[in-house]
């Protein structure tokens, strides 16, 4: 059991890195390619590195219901899809080191849901948690706002936090939407299927509607970006229930906080100044509010 419990958590801080780096990844990707372009390749990239797997192994009872089957496609909808296009879009307008803590707060959003719909319950840790967060996200849109020389009214910062809480939002439904799936007896890689396959044919679906056709990038060093940030995502999926298999989720959940810490650090080691401006003032705000998230998580 401790053996399990030990991989649990080197797969949760693997994949905590992944994330991390498939957030500085879509950063740099973004610089010279487009949000659509980006989503449209790691999509791709989800799918065939995850869904061929549970069609196999799982085959031929999958283990979905009605209930399951629409659970998870919601869940695929509202976190792979609307959840990364709002998070993309706020990477490349004010950077990933500035965008992943905000999107921590997504654990708000899970949290409130969960005592509304599933009957659970708020504890005065939940709420020195919540303060974190909300202390931890309004200093960094403040920044965002005084470093890009910009409106520091509430009006202006609110403006620069809009991407990133609707990123926050629709990642917040995931996990609730999860839980109901796999109330089901749904093994995990299947409904994660379930969520890629919805959110790769609806993307792609209004794409086609859109544009008439789907184009993804040939050529240029913007495609080996695009790759990578699915190819990171992947991996990042596959540690991510890999540690829920083998840990509890108040080991696994705690440990994925310290994503945007991590974005901080490559950020600050690897990027230039121009790109991801990081500041010791950012670093203590980032650290508040994975604080913050950690102690809703373990609530929980």
Partial sequence: MELLALAGLIFAALAAVLWAVHNVIVRIATRTGTVADTLAVVLAVNFVCLVPFSAV????????????????????????????????????????????????????????LAVWFLGETITPRHLVGIL?????????????????????SLRGIGLSLLLPLAAATFI??????????????????????VMITTASVSYLGYRRVRDGAISLPRHG????????????????????????????VVIVIPILQVSPLVVLVISAAFLPRRVERVTLRLVLAAAVVVVGAALVSLSG
């Avoid at 967060?133 to 890009?148: E, F, K, M, N, R």
């Fill in 57 to 112: 192994a799982y085959y031929p009872d999958y283990g979905l219901t009605p209930v399951a089957a629409g659970a998870f496609a919601a869940a695929g909808l509202a976190g792979l899809l609307l959840g990364r296009l709002c998070m993309f879009e706020a990477i490349t307008a004010i950077g990933a080191s500035r965008t992943t803590p905000v999107v921590s707060a997504s654990t708000l959003v899970s949290t409130g």
């Fill in 132 to 152: 974190c967060i909300v202390s931890g996200v309004a200093v960094i849109s403040w920044l965002t706002a005084t470093d890009a020389g910009g409106d520091t």
């Fill in 172 to 193: 917040g439904i995931e996990p609730v939407l999860i839980r109901v799936g796999l109330t089901a007896g749904t093994p995990i890689p299947v409904g994660l299927s």
């Fill in 221 to 248: 060093e913007g495609r080996r970006w695009y790759v990578w940030a699915g190819l990171s995502s992947s991996a990042g999926l596959i540690a991510y229930f890999a540690a829920l298999e083998a840990a509890p």
